[in-house]
C-alpha cells in the first residue's frame, strides 16, 4: 500500500497532538481526546503522524482529488478541503476518516456491514461460517449486523447427534462471544442479531438478554411483519412458521399476537431492547429490493439500525454538519442559506461516490494481505470469498450513506422549538432537499461515470420511494429514467457520538440532550489520579464531570451572558428558560410528536433512521407501547426507546439523586451475575469473598477461609468473574464461581454454597436477601452489626461480610450509629471502606 502523498515525515506524541488539538478545539478536552485517540493518523506502534485535525483533512482531501482526476469536471484539493475543514460542512464518520490515505492499517473504509447465507445457513458448517467472517470483519473496524431467521428453531429434529435442534437463543450466545473477543484499536465491534416475529423462537430471542450477563455483545432486533401488527391492533391469533412465511412449513406454533406484543414492550421499557424492525415497510420502500432476485434482498440491517443491507453489501457514511447553512445563528435575523445547502448536498454525494473508488482500492489490499498470508487455501477460503463478495457488492451497486448532524442545533439558531409543528415541518422540508438532491447528484454523476451496474427504471417505478420523488421533482425522475443514477441507494440518518463531539453539536437527528449535563469517562481505577463515581453492570468505572453544551455557550455569547462566570444552579435554569433550548431536550420533546417527526423524514430517507425516544423513568408500559404503535402507522421503519435508568448510559441527568434510594434489582436471580473478587484477613486467618453486582451493586455475598483444606483456592490475579446458578439433576441448585485465567481459558469453582462452612451460608442468605431488596449498603453494615451471635467463628464470619462489603460504600457517605474511638465524636463518614471521623481524621478500617 502506497502512502498518501500528503503524509508527512512529521511525528510527534501522543502529548504533542493532545495539545495541539485542545488548542485547535478552543479547550474542549474531550474533542481533542476522541480526535487523537480515534482518528489521527499513527501505526501501530503509536507514533502520531497527524498534529491536528487540519492534517488530517488534507490527508482526506488529497485522496479524494486523486479519485476526482479520473473522471470529468474534477474538483481539486483545495475545494474538498473547504468543504470539510473544521468539521464545519461535510463530515466523513468512522472508518472513512481514519483509514482514507492510511498506509499503516490494511481495514476497510466501510460503517456497516450485513452477511447471511442461502440453503446450508441452518447447517452447523453454515452457522460457522457466518460466525468466521463477523470475526474477519470486526478485525477490519466493520460494524455488522445478521439475521437468524434461517435457524431452525429449538427441539424441531436435526439429524446428528443430539437428534434436536437448540434452537436459536445459544447461537446469539456465540456471536455475542466473537464480538466480545474481537479487538477494534481499544474497543470491541458491534454486532446486530435480528430474527422475525414469524420464527417460533421468537419469544426466546426477545427475553435472551433480559438474564444478566447474557448476549452482552450484541444489539438485538425483532423484524415484526404487517400481519402481526394488525393481530395485535385486533387482539387475534398470529401464526409462526419454520421456514418463516413459507407456504408448506415443517413447524407452526398459532400464539396470541397481544401476549407476544406485551412482553416486547416490557422488555423495551425494562432494559431499551429489543428494538423493533417495522420489516414489511423496510423492504416495501427499499429501492435496492426492487433487485431482490440479483441478491440486494435486504434480509438485517447495522448495529445501529440505520442501514438495512443485503448479504455482503456495506456502506459508507458522510454527515453534513446542518448549524454550518444557519446564517447569523441566535439572532432575530436568523436564516437557512439554501443556496449553499444544495450546492453542498450534490458535492457531498459526489465525494461519497469518490470514497467507493478508495474502498475498492482498500479490499484489494485486504485480499492481497489475505493472498500473502502463511496460511494454507482452505485456511484463508472463507476469509478470501467474503471479500470478494463485498467487492462485488460495492462496485455493483456503489451504495452510499449520506446523512446529517446538528438537526437539534440547527432548530435552536433559526429561533425554533425542537418537536414543535413547526419544527417538524422544517425538519421534513429539509430531509425533503436533501433527498432530491442528491438523487439529482447521482444521475448527474451517471452521464459522467456512468450508472450502477444493474440499474433498470423499469424495475423501480411502482416503489414508493422513487415515486415521491417524481411527484416532489419531475424532470430529476425523467432524467434519471433516461440516464439512470449511479448509486443504488443514498441516504441514511446514523448516530454521530465521536462525530458530534467533533461538530461540538447535537448528534444526528436528536434534540439536544441536555444544555448542561453530566458526562462520564471510563477510567482505570488503578490508576492514582482515577476517580471513579460510577460502576456499570459490566464492571467498567466511570468519572463523572459536568458539561455545558456547545452551543448553548455560543447562543449566551451572542446574547450578552459571560460565559466565564461561575453560575449557580438556579442562575443556569434561568438562563436556559430564556434559551432556544428551553422544552427542547431529548427529556422534554413531546413523544408522539417525535415519532410523528421521524415517519415524516423516513418518506425521505430510502434506508433508515436511528434515532431513540427517551422517555422519563416512572412511565408506564402502556406508553412505551402506544408510541411503539403510532412509530408502525406513522411509516417509520424501526424504532427504540430509551426509558432514563433502564440501561447504564454515559450521559446522565444533571439533577442529584438521593443517596437512600433503593436500587431496583430483579425480584428473580439472574442465572449469571458478574462477581468481585475481595480477600482479607481475619485475625491472622486468610478470608475470601465473591460479591455478586448488578450495576455495580452488591446483590449476594459468599465468604470464608481461603487457601485452606475446607477453603478455597484461587490465583492471587483473579480478582472478578461470574457466579452462576447451575441446576442439578434432582432439581436442586448450587452457585459456581466462574474465571478467566491468563492463557485465557475459563475456569469454574463449583459449589460456592457447601465450600463453606453450612453455618455461614445459612446467614449469608440473609444478608443477601436484604442486599437484593436494595437496602443500602451502609445501612446492611449496621444491620450485620447488630447482630448478637453466640459462635466466636460467626462473629468472625460476620466481621468478614462487612469488611467485604464497606468497599461499595460511597466515599462521604454518613454514619448514623456509633462514635470515634478516639475523640467520642458522632461525624463519623465512610472513606474507602474505612469509618473516618471527621472530627480528628482518625480512621479505622477494622
Known amino acids: 500500500m502506497q502512502p498518501s502523498p500528503n503524509i508527512k515525515n512529521s511525528t510527534y506524541t501522543q502529548d504533542e497532538a493532545y495539545e495541539a488539538s485542545l488548542s485547535y478545539f478552543k479547550g474542549d478536552d474531550l474533542a481533542a481526546r476522541v480526535w487523537v485517540n480515534k482518528y489521527a493518523l499513527k501505526d501501530s506502534h503509536g507514533t502520531v503522524y497527524e498534529l491536528t485535525p487540519d492534517d488530517m483533512h488534507q490527508r482526506l482531501a488529497s485522496e479524494l482529488a486523486r479519485i476526482e482526476q479520473k473522471y470529468p469536471n474534477p474538483m481539486n484539493q483545495s475545494d474538498i478541503f473547504a468543504l470539510i475543514r473544521d468539521f464545519a460542512y461535510l463530515v466523513p464518520q468512522g472508518g472513512p476518516m481514519t483509514g482514507i490515505g492510511n498506509p499503516h492499517q490494511i481495514a476497510s473504509l466501510s460503517n456497516c456491514f450485513v452477511i447471511g447465507n442461502d440453503g446450508d445457513s441452518d447447517s452447523y458448517g453454515g452457522i460457522m461460517k457466518i460466525d468466521q467472517e463477523q470475526v474477519q470483519l470486526m478485525k477490519r473496524r466493520g460494524g455488522v449486523g445478521h439475521d437468524l431467521s434461517h435457524i431452525r428453531p429449538r427441539g424441531s429434529a436435526v439429524k446428528n447427534s443430539a437428534l434436536t435442534s437448540t434452537g436459536i437463543v445459544p447461537f446469539m450466545e456465540r456471536y455475542s462471544n466473537s464480538t466480545r473477543e474481537v479487538a477494534q484499536d481499544g474497543r470491541r465491534g458491534a454486532l446486530m442479531l435480528s430474527v422475525s416475529i414469524n420464527h417460533p423462537d421468537a419469544e426466546d430471542f426477545i427475553d435472551a438478554k433480559m438474564e444478566q450477563g447474557k448476549v452482552t455483545g450484541a444489539n438485538v432486533s425483532v423484524r415484526i411483519d404487517d400481519e402481526f401488527m394488525q393481530a395485535v391492533t385486533h387482539n387475534s391469533d398470529y401464526t409462526q412458521k419454520y421456514p418463516v412465511f413459507s407456504d408448506q412449513p415443517q413447524f407452526t406454533n398459532t400464539i396470541k399476537a397481544k401476549k407476544l406484543w406485551n412482553k416486547i414492550i416490557h422488555n423495551a421499557w425494562q432494559s431499551a431492547e429489543p428494538g423493533i424492525l417495522f420489516w414489511d415497510t423496510i423492504t416495501r420502500e427499499s429501492v435496492p429490493d ?5 441478491g440486494y434482498r435486504t434480509v438485517s440491517t ?3 439500525g440505520e442501514i438495512p443491507l443485503c448479504p455482503y453489501d456495506s456502506c459508507r457514511l458522510l454527515a453534513i454538519n446542518l448549524f454550518s447553512y444557519v446564517k447569523k445563528p441566535f439572532t432575530g435575523q436568523a436564516s437557512f442559506d439554501q443556496q449553499l445547502f444544495k450546492e453542498h448536498v450534490a458535492k457531498a454525494q459526489r465525494l461519497m461516490d469518490d470514497i467507493i473508488d478508495l474502498e475498492l482500492e482498500k479490499i484489494d489490499d485486504i485480499l492481497s494481505k489475505i493472498d500473502a498470508d502463511p496460511e494454507s487455501v482452505e485456511v484463508k477460503r ?19 450513506g449520506i446523512g446529517i448532524t446538528a438537526e437539534g442545533d440547527m432548530l435552536a439558531a433559526l429561533g425554533i422549538r425542537y418537536g414543535s409543528k413547526e419544527g417538524n415541518a422544517f425538519t421534513e422540508q429539509i430531509h425533503q432537499t436533501i433527498a432530491v438532491e442528491t438523487y439529482r447528484a447521482s444521475v448527474n454523476m451517471a452521464k459522467e461515470r456512468g450508472a450502477f451496474g444493474i440499474y433498470d427504471a423499469q424495475r423501480e417505478a411502482d416503489n414508493p420511494f422513487i415515486q415521491r420523488l417524481k411527484k416532489a421533482d419531475k424532470d430529476l425522475y425523467e432524467n434519471m429514467v433516461k440516464h439512470g443514477r449511479r448509486n443504488i441507494a443514498l441516504l441514511t440518518i446514523a448516530p454521530t457520538g465521536t462525530t458530534s463531539l467533533m461538530t461540538q453539536t447535537t448528534s444526528g437527528i436528536e434534540p439536544v440532550f441536555l444544555p448542561v449535563y453530566k458526562r462520564r469517562r471510563k477510567v482505570n481505577p488503578n490508576d492514582k489520579n482515577a476517580r471513579v463515581d460510577f460502576v456499570d453492570e459490566v464492571g467498567d468505572s466511570w468519572e463523572e464531570y459536568t458539561v455545558f453544551h456547545h452551543r448553548f455557550k455560543q447562543w449566551m455569547e451572542v446574547n450578552g451572558h459571560d460565559t466565564s462566570k461561575n453560575y449557580s444552579e438556579k442562575e443556569i435554569k434561568k438562563l436556559v428558560r430564556q434559551s432556544p433550548y428551553y422544552k427542547a431536550t431529548s427529556n422534554d420533546v413531546d413523544w408522539l410528536s417525535k415519532v410523528q417527526m421521524q415517519g415524516a423524514v423516513q418518506k425521505w430517507v430510502d434506508h433508515s433512521i436511528s434515532v431513540t425516544i427517551n422517555l422519563p423513568e416512572d412511565v408506564s408500559e ?10 408502525w402507522k406513522a411509516g417509520c421503519k424501526g424504532v427504540t426507546v430509551y426509558r432514563d435508568g433502564s440501561r447504564s448510559g ?4 444533571n439533577e442529584e439523586s438521593s443517596a437512600d434510594e433503593l436500587v431496583d434489582f430483579p425480584t428473580k436471580r439472574p442465572e449469571i451475575l458478574e462477581a468481585d473478587v475481595v480477600r482479607f484477613h481475619n485475625n491472622k486467618e486468610k478470608w475470601i469473598a465473591f460479591v455478586g453486582t448488578i450495576g455495580g451493586k452488591p446483590y449476594e455475598i459468599f465468604t470464608g477461609l481461603a487457601d485452606d483444606e475446607d477453603g478455597i483456592f484461587l490465583p492471587r490475579s483473579v480478582e472478578n468473574g461470574l457466579i452462576i446458578k447451575s441446576f442439578m439433576d434432582d432439581g436442586s441448585s448450587r452457585y459456581d464461581f466462574q474465571f478467566t485465567n491468563k492463557r485465557g481459558y475459563k475456569t469454574t469453582v463449583e ?25 443500602p449498603i451502609e445501612k446492611v453494615v449496621e444491620l450485620i452489626n447488630t447482630l448478637q451471635l453466640d459462635s466466636e467463628s460467626i462473629n468472625t464470619w460476620k466481621n468478614g461480610v462487612t469488611r467485604a462489603l464497606k468497599r461499595y460504600i460511597e466515599d462521604g457517605t454518613e454514619v448514623t450509629k456509633g462514635t470515634c474511638e478516639n475523640c467520642q465524636s458522632t461525624e463519623l463518614i465512610y472513606q474507602e471502606g474505612c469509618l473516618t471521623c471527621k472530627s480528628c481524621g482518625s480512621s479505622k478500617c477494622g
Do not use: Q
Open 290 to 294: 426492487c433487485y431482490a432476485d440479483l
Open 302 to 304: 447495522n448495529p445501529c
Open 382 to 400: 472463507i476469509e478470501k470469498n467474503l471479500w470478494l463478495n463485498i467487492r462485488k457488492k460495492a462496485e455493483e451497486g456503489r451504495r452510499t
Open 622 to 631: 402502556k406508553l412505551v407501547g402506544k408510541l411503539y404503535l403510532e412509530a
Open 751 to 775: 459449589g460456592l454454597s457447601h465450600k463453606f462452612n453450612p453455618e455461614y451460608w445459612n446467614y449469608a442468605k440473609l444478608i443477601s436477601s436484604t442486599l437484593r431488596h436494595g437496602m
Open 650 to 653: 454515559v450521559l446522565i441527568s
